[in-house]
């Protein structure tokens, strides 16, 4: 599948079937993440993966649906604000762009090798920073399940590019 294809495969999925996903799989998602493009190359983030089996109630605190734990592994990209490339011109820190980089990295070659992800940000930041055991300076950015999916895509539903894109001023 070439990368038009894919993208246009991707969807974010709310069903898993419970089967495992092999950990050649596994290293090839997490390896699209540290070849993310980030600030400085700096690389602000860190996943953590987390078996979901004896878990489900806890990452349940973090994002309350069902379907959430249904997949064997949930993944959290967090950011490091410490590590991240800061513009001097405003002080701006890139770290949770850069982690948001790494988890469009990985949800995509999720796809390719068949896995169902469904990026989540409308979880519980003080719960999902216990479950992780996160230090302060760690920022929760984005869960998804990781697996595969048990369900379907519906249509797309997407605005026009001539609404999303400017040309030469707003």
Known sequence: MNFQELIGARYSVRAYKPDPVEEEKLARVLE???LAPTAANRQAFRISVLPTKGREAELRRVYGRD???????????CALPAEGWVRKADGWNAAEVDATIAMAHLILAAAEEGLGTCWIAAFDPAAARETLGLPIDVVPAAFTPLGYPAD???PKKRRLLADLVHKERW
């Open 32 to 34: 699209a993440a540290r």
């Open 67 to 77: 379907w959430f734990t249904q997949a064997p592994l949930v993944l959290a990209v």
């Open 152 to 154: 379907t895509p519906g």
